[in-house]
Every structure is written in C-alpha cells, then in structure tokens.
C-alpha cells in the first residue's frame, strides 16, 4: 500500500517540458515559502514578549525594503511568465505533418476515430514518437480530455472544435480522464491511450476490420448527401469546388476573408447561411440535425484529402 | 488618548445587548452591532451546514470505489459544500459580521450610513438563504458552484433554478452592504481621522466594498440568464440554441474571480490588525498595505481569463491574462512581507488571536505561491481542473480566509460580548485547526500534480493513500473548528468580564465600552493620532 506515486509518469515530449518549468517554479515556490517561515519563526522567537515594559522602537516603513519586494518578485514573475507562455505556444502548435485523429465526447464517453477509419470508444491508440493532434467536438455538454501522463489537456466544446497534440515517448497505458464536470457520471467518463511502437501501432491499425478510411467514408457520405451535384470537382457546379479549400483564406460575398479551418467547414454545412462564398448565391440547404458529428468529421477529413 | 475609567463590576452599564429584550428587538434592530450578531449566527449555521457536506465529501473519498452515495448524490454534495460555503459563508462572513460590526466603531460613529438598509440587507441575505436551503432539501443542485453551461441551462434536471434564484437575491444584499460601507466609510469618520490613519481594516473593507458593487451584477445577470435558458429556453449559452457555452464563463468569472478577493481581502485587513497589536508595534509599510488593497481590488477585475486557459478562448487572451494574474500576485506579497517586518524587534506574544494571524500568513503564502503554477500558462494546462486547484484555493480560502476571520472573532470577541474566552482552549483549537488543515490540503497538491480530476467520487486506487490523509485531517480539522464552537458559547455565560480594552490595542473601537453601548461613543471622539501608536501605549500588565 505504501508504494503509491508521488509523480506522474513522463509519457510525452510536453511532459518533460511542463516538468522542467515546474521543477523550477517549485525552486521559487520553496524558496520564498521557506524565507517567509524562517523569518516568522525568528522573529516570533526572537522578539517574543519577555520583558513587558520592553516599548519596541517605531519603524515605519523603509522604502528601500519596499521597492525592493516589488521589483524582485516582479522580475521573477517575468521570466516565469516568459517560459510558461513559450510552453504554452509549444502545446498549440502542432508540428505539421501530425497525425490527425478525431475525438467526440458525449456523456459519459469518448469516441474517437483514426484517419485510417478504425473506431474506438474509451481508448485510443497512438504511436510512440509520431505528434498526433486531436481535433475534438461535443456533443452535448462541456467535456475535458485530459492525459496526465502526457501533461495536456483541453476543453471540449460542443458546437465547435478544439485541438491538442502531443508525441507520445514510451509504450504503455495510461488515463484518460474528463477533467471538465459533465454530469452524473462525469467520474466515469475515463479511458486509456495506448501508446505503442510504430511498428505495433501499423500491425494494430491493420487488424481493424476494414471500412476504409475516413475520408474514404467521408465521401460516400459526400455523395450520398447529395453534395456532389452542387460542388462539382470541376468548379462548373452551383457551388465552389471543395478541392484544397481547407485552411486556405476564402473571399466572402461580404468582402471578408475567412480562414477555412475545421470550424468554418463546420458552418458551412450546419449554417451555410452564415458566411456565403463570394461569387456564389446562397442556396445550399443547411444539413443541421441531419448529420451527426461524427459523420461531420468525416466529411472534413474527405474535403482535406482532396486536391485542388 | 482618554481612557474610561473601570466600570463599577456589581451592575453591568447599559450596553447593545442589555438595552432592549425581546425577540422584536432583535429581529427589526437598526443597531448596526446587533444586525451583526444575526449574521453572526446565520453565517455559522451556513458554515457548519456546508462543513457537513464536506465531510461527507471527504468520507467518500477515503475509497476509490464510490461505496457511500451514488454519483448523483455526489455531485450534489460537493456542488453544495462550494455554493454555501462560498455565496454564504466566505464572500459575507468577514464583511457582514465583523465589518458591520466594527466599521462605524473603528471611525467613531454611531452606526452605518443607512441602517434600514443595513437591516434590509440582512434580510435579503435570509431570503436568498432560504431559496438556497429550498432548494437543498428539495433535492439539490448538481452543477458544481460553477454553473457551467449548457450544462446547468440544458442538462441538468436538478434544481438549479430555484438555487440560482436564491444566488440572485443573496447578491443584492451584498451590493448593499458594500455602498453602506463606502458612504459610511466617506461620510461619517470621526474629526481628525484621516484616510491615512484609518485601521487598515477599514482600508481592505473598503476595497472589498468596490468589488462587491462592481462584481455582484455581473455573476448576477450570468445566473439570471441560466434561469432563462431553463424556464425559456432563450439561446444565450447553449449551442444547440444558438448560443455560446463560453460567454457564461467570461460573465461568472468576471464577479468569480474578483469575489476571491472579496473573501481575502477582508482577512487581510483583519491580520493587520492583529499583527501590529501583539506585536506592540505600527504596522511597517502602512501605505503599501493599504494601496495593495486597491491595487488588488483593481487588477482582479482583469485576471478573470486565468480560469479559462484550456477552456477555448484565443491564445492572445490566455496571454494577457496569465500576465495580468502575475501582476495581481505582487500586492499580495507586499503585504506577507510587510506583516513579516512588523514583527521585526516586536514584542512578540502568542495569545488566540495571533495565532490564527501567524497561521494565516503561512498558509496564505503556500495558497498564493501556488497561485502561481496556476497563472503559469504552459503549466496550467497539466493542473486545470485537479486536486492541484482544489488545495491551492483552500490555501487561500480556508488557510486564508477562515483562519482570518477566527482570529479576527477572538480578536473581537472580548468587544462584541463584553466576556473573555479561555486563552488556552482558544490556542489548542488553533493549533488543532493548523495541523489538520495541512494534513487536509497538502497531500492534495500531490495528488492533483498527479492527475486526480476534481470532482470524481471515484478514482483510479494508486491515489488512495493520497486521500486517506485528506480525510484524516479533515477530521481533525472537524474538531478544530467545534472547540471555538463550544467555548466561545461557553464564554458567554461563564467568561471573565471583559474591559473595554483587554489587548490593551490602539483603534477606537477600544475606546468604547465592552460590550459598546447601542449609540457607540456618548461623545464623538476627535482623533489626533496615527493608526497603530503602539508605542504610545502604557506598558501592559502582565
Ligand atoms: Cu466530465
Ligand atoms: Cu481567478
């Protein structure tokens, strides 16, 4: 019983970038929170009431000592500041070329789907020493996909899209936590990633029955929906070619660009009312309630794999 | 300095509690002293109310397994534990008890600005309370004390309304509180009393009165629309709706966050009291304490961001705010040193009162130093939503805030009751409190580094050992706080009579009698000295 962690394992490269500010911040931490101890403690002892008639002398306040508790906390505030928002920006950006896999979270479990098509509930596989990035929805309440051994996590928002990414570094099981409160079962609402060896990992993709690819699946779904006979390959339909549009700046009937990242393909199926193409009339019929967020993640996975 | 002279001891002088019986007398008093008193007594069944779910929270917990409640039963305990204790405990318990009862005191006046409607204050605290409690035993609230949409909006089939509602009213009271104390504390000071030799109490109640008024509206509005998102189902959060899940957490912790320092500050003001008083010497650093209230006041309307770093909002924002929440950190350690400094060739004595300070400084420092992992952005996305946040605003919030406020009680305990406590029972309950606090919050940070969730009543076992000391000290935490309970009642009818005076502390309220008679001071008193003249006082005896 007594052999219980007291730190969580290192499983990622962000888990030993997160751990090295914090070893530092706990340097701070202990420093100050030691100064102030010790020098209540002696001045308790120190100073403490022996001799009643003792009248202590008046200081009033040394503006020198002031400024000096100003600037030296405030100096180090700054490089703390510094290094927590440089790892910040390390944790959103994705390196390119990472592995995108889906992620929704409804109560009270995860769904998650590999570009290759593999499906799974409550689990994800990933390779060791390959980024992945996450591209993650809900469909009902606010959820939070929180990987301890990995040191990331991120809110998970219905109606649009959040992301995280990570490159796992050693082969093993680890939780998967909700960490957002999400209702009854919120506690219940965990998983495990498995991380595995490249080559485990392409033995394991291969194992899975075959339903092709997302963004074969994501296709079939392009024609079935009916998308086709507007947004012909060509360009000559009523709507724009989807080919290469993704994360591209499209001009708008309202002179605005927009960025076609995953949240403005979103509304331009749900709400294509929202933000109209320029050059086009507003005639594509909105497919709320009619496809579901994993099939929405299907369909982006298809417009991305097409080429201009 | 005049002092009176001993008060004859065979017949007790007329005073607040002896000038009038009967249950009316209480209950529609405009005596800013005895409205107090019914906070007093309000706050304290709220406080032990809320401890209850807390133990039971902690009992729960010794197990991984969830073996006492179910899930749902769970949820409602703890989004219980935090709506009492926070919306009805912390943010009124120091502003409400002792600011009330001090604030026209410690500036030589006969009572607030507007006494009716310091009455109606509490009143509309009783009346929020009651919806609370309605809809305690209705069947309670799952939520969390955060409300979180679309969650408590769509989801939720508890109920939230009727809570949220109770919320709503409690509000009003504290914005009216909060403008009593500022035009009070603008209008009446005695002759003489400048703003800078005000007791820095009255300086951190004034800083807090700024965000009660400016904040309170803001989480108001925020539930209100929750209501409306229930009853009209009006899109504003949900975006099923049409709505914007993220526009409620901007709103809640716009007054959330602030409302942290409506629960510190207070505190705050009530260490540098009694640091100064049993360390026989000024507060060093006056005015950078008393500005650091404001400068707190101020920035922790900027920092409301730092709670939603992972929660979707731009990069950009999470910048600005992690770099505005460092900036909110200096104040507050300006004032840690500062209290430090005071005990410097002090005279130093370790009676109830300065124990709870001494233990507040402590604590205050790991709750703030902790703070800082949690402003830090890269390291915030580890620690969001763990244990790690659960112990570092208990730090502030119970380490801070409850021992605080304990201490500020035995401060004035002697002055509100006119008795004295038993010192040695008040020191070992202190000392009881300080263990088992620690032994509560400490092993959480462990455990939140190492990814416990909160809000799970059932965790993964590696974490149990972690958890069995949480409930342990939350145990003896438990004791802790029934002791002062018990001799403090006691005090009432057995404790020595108390004189006007027995710290022998400088401040006015002093001056005046114990218990004060009903109009304070007969005569307005004219102040020609400095707060905290220590060294002017006639030598203590022993
Ligand atoms: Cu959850
Ligand atoms: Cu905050």
């Given amino acids: 019983m007594w052999n219980f962690p007291l730190f969580p394992q290192q499983a990622s490269t962000s888990a030993r970038s997160t751990d090295a500010l914090f070893f530092f911040l706990l340097g701070v931490m202990l420093f100050f929170a030691v100064l102030i101890f010790v020098l209540v403690f002696i001045f308790a002892i120190k100073y403490r009431r022996r001799d009643t008639s003792y009248v202590p002398p008046v200081i009033v306040q040394l503006v020198s000592l002031e400024a000096a508790w100003i600037a030296i906390p405030f100096g180090l505030v700054i490089v703390i500041f510094a290094w927590g928002t440089l790892l910040y920006f390390e944790h959103r950006s994705p390196p390119p070329g990472a592995i995108e896999m889906y992620v929704v979270g409804k109560q009270w479990m995860w769904k998650t789907q590999h570009p290759e098509g593999q499906r799974e509930i409550n689990t994800l596989h990933v390779p060791v020493g390959r980024p992945v990035k996450l591209i993650m929805t809900s ?17 998970v928002l219905p109606g649009r899209y959040t992301s995280l990414w990570f490159q796992a570094t050693a082969a093993g099981e680890y939780h998967l936590f909700c960490s957002q409160y999400c209702g009854t079962d919120h506690a219940q609402m965990i998983g495990t990633v498995v991380a595995m060896e490249d080559a485990d990992y392409q033995r394991w993709l291969g194992g899975g029955a075959a339903e092709g690819t997302m963004a074969s699946a994501g296709e079939r779904l392009f024609n079935r929906l009916g998308c086709a006979t507007c947004h012909l390959e060509s360009g000559q339909g009523r709507g724009p070619a989807l080919g290469g549009i993704y994360g591209r700046g499209i001009g708008l009937a309202n002179g605005r660009v927009a960025t076609a990242d995953e949240d403005y393909l979103r509304e331009s199926i749900l709400n294509p009312g929202a933000k109209i193409v320029g050059g086009y009339p507003n005639v594509m019929p909105t497919y709320q309630g009619q496809v579901t967020e994993e099939q929405l993640m299907q369909l982006m996975a298809y417009i991305k794999s097409v080429k201009p | 300095m005049s002092s009176k002279t001993v008060e004859p001891v065979s017949e007790t002088p007329v005073n607040y509690l002896n000038a009038s019986f009967g249950l009316r007398s209480w209950l529609l008093t405009i005596d800013h002293k005895r409205i107090a ?7 304290t069944l709220f406080f032990f109310v809320g401890g209850v779910f807390a133990l039971l929270i902690r009992l729960e917990l010794l197990t991984p397994r969830g073996d006492l409640f179910t899930a749902e039963t769970y949820n409602k305990l703890f989004t219980m534990h935090g709506l009492i204790m926070i919306f009805f405990f912390l943010i009124p318990a120091v502003p409400a008890v002792l600011g009330n009862f001090l604030v026209p005191l410690m500036i030589g006046a006969r009572d607030l600005a507007f006494p009716r409607i310091n009455l109606l204050s509490y009143y509309i605290y009783a009346v929020g309370g009651t919806f609370t409690m309605y809809s305690v035993v209705a069947g309670g609230v799952d939520t ?6 679309p969650y408590s909006s769509t989801y939720s089939n508890t109920h939230v309304t009727a809570m949220v509602i109770g919320i709503f009213i409690t509000g009003f009271s504290s914005i009216l509180t909060g403008l009593n104390f500022i035009v009070t504390i603008h209008k009446m000071r005695a002759p003489g009393l400048t703003w800078f030799r005000l007791p820095l109490f009255l300086w951190s109640i004034y800083a807090t009165s700024i965000i009660m008024i400016l904040g309170t509206p803001s989480v108001a509005m925020a539930l209100a629309l929750v209501a409306m998102e229930r009853l009209l189902h009006i899109g504003i959060f949900d975006p099923r709706l049409g ?15 602030p409302a942290v320092y409506i629960m510190i500050l207070p505190g705050m003001g009530i260490v540098s009291e009694i640091v100064p008083c049993f360390s026989r010497k000024r507060i060093f650093g006056y005015s950078f304490v008393a500005f650091s209230s404001l400068a707190i006041a101020v920035l922790g309307f900027l920092v409301w961001g730092h709670h939603m770093f992972v929660a979707g909002q731009s990069i950009y924002a999470g910048i600005i705010f992690s770099a505005l929440s460092f900036l909110v950190a200096i104040p507050s350690a300006v004032k840690v ?4 400094a005071t005990l410097y060739k002090g005279s130093v004595s370790f009676a109830t009162p300065m124990l709870y300070a001494l233990g507040f400084i402590g604590l205050f420092t790991i709750g703030g130093l902790t703070g800082l992992v949690l402003a830090t952005l890269g390291l915030d ?11 570092h ?5 119970v ?8 201490g500020g009680i035995h401060f004035w305990w002697p002055k509100i009751t006119g008795r004295l406590y038993p010192d040695s029972w008040g020191r070992l309950a202190a000392a009881i409190i300080f263990i088992g606090f620690n032994l509560t919050f400490f092993p959480q940070f462990i455990v939140g580094y190492l990814g416990m969730p909160r809000r799970y009543h059932v965790y993964p076992p590696e974490f149990q050992v972690l958890n069995v000391f949480s409930t342990a000290g939350a145990s003896i935490l438990g004791v802790g706080y029934l002791l002062p309970l018990l001799y403090l009642f006691w005090s009432l009818k057995y404790g020595a009579k108390s004189p006007a005076n027995p710290w022998d502390a400088t401040g006015l309220e002093w001056m005046a009698p114990s218990p004060p008679p009903t109009q304070n001071f007969p005569v307005t008193p004219l102040v020609a000295w400095e707060a905290y003249e220590y060294e002017k006082r006639e030598v203590p005896v022993a």
């Fill in chain 2, 144 to 149: 969390g004390w955060t409300f979180y949409t």
């Fill in chain 2, 337 to 340: 040193f500062n209290w430090t």
């Fill in chain 1, 139 to 155: 469909e009902d309440v606010i959820h939070s996909f929180f990987v301890p051994a990995f040191r990331v996590k991120q809110d």
């Fill in chain 2, 243 to 257: 709505g914007d899940p993220l526009l409620f957490q901007h709103l809640f912790w716009f007054y959330s966050h």
């Fill in chain 2, 381 to 391: 996305i580890h620690v969001h939503d763990t244990y790690f946040v659960i112990a």
């Fill in chain 2, 399 to 406: 380490g801070g805030m409850v021992m605080a406020y304990l």
């Fill in chain 2, 393 to 397: 605003f208990h730090y502030i919030m």
């Fill in chain 2, 37 to 43: 008193l019914l906070y007093l007594v309000t706050i």
